[in-house]
């Protein structure tokens, strides 16, 4: 089975786990990139102007990626990786999922976290594909990578 780990981060912290987990899987890893990064004034949660929340309070928001020639076709599993906001994925991950094709392909979701689970994220991102979507892990630590690739591989 051929994986491609595909993640969004805004501060870094999803992304250092996605290349750990992508150099013990030996897989291709892929960023999805904002077309606008987020500053740190667009993520204070504690703002109810701020870009993040206004995005995260709209489930039809859809923050545009930069689109790349991503070829899907090779792959037959995404480990699909994102910071919690707000119980969920942020919908910059639906963005993702409608632009490229994901038929046929199952998508692992995994995320990093302040503390909580995977939260609803599989029911909001599933209104974006026909994929098969399914929980993996909350990967905070390590030890929760090494766990995560004992269970997948
Ligand atoms: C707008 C916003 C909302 C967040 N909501 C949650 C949340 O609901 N639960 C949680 O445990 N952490 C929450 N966090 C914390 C992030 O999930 C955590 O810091 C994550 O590791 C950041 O990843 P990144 O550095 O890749 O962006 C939130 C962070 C932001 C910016």
Excluded at 38 to 44: F, M, Q, R, S
Excluded at 59 to 67: E, G, L, Q, V
């Amino acid at each position: 089975m051929k994986t491609l780990v595909a993640y969004f981060s805004a501060t870094g912290t999803t992304a250092r786990a996605a290349k750990t987990l992508a150099s013990k899987l030996g897989c291709d890893v892929y960023e999805i990139k904002p077309a606008v990064p987020y500053t740190d004034a667009d993520l204070n949660w504690m703002d109810k102007q701020s870009r993040s929340t206004l995005e995260m309070k709209d489930k039809t928001s859809r923050p545009a990626i930069i689109k790349d020639e991503l070829d899907l076709s090779a792959y037959d599993r995404i480990l699909l990786g994102y910071p919690v906001w707000w119980y969920t994925a942020p919908t910059i991950i639906n963005t993702f999922l409608e632009t490229y094709d994901f038929s046929g392909k199952e998508i692992v979701l995994w995320a990093t976290s302040g503390g909580s689970g995977l939260g609803r994220a599989k029911i909001d991102l599933k209104a974006s594909t026909d994929a098969s979507v399914v929980d993996g892990m909350i990967l905070n630590s390590d030890r929760q990578i090494d766990t995560f690739v004992q269970e997948i591989k």
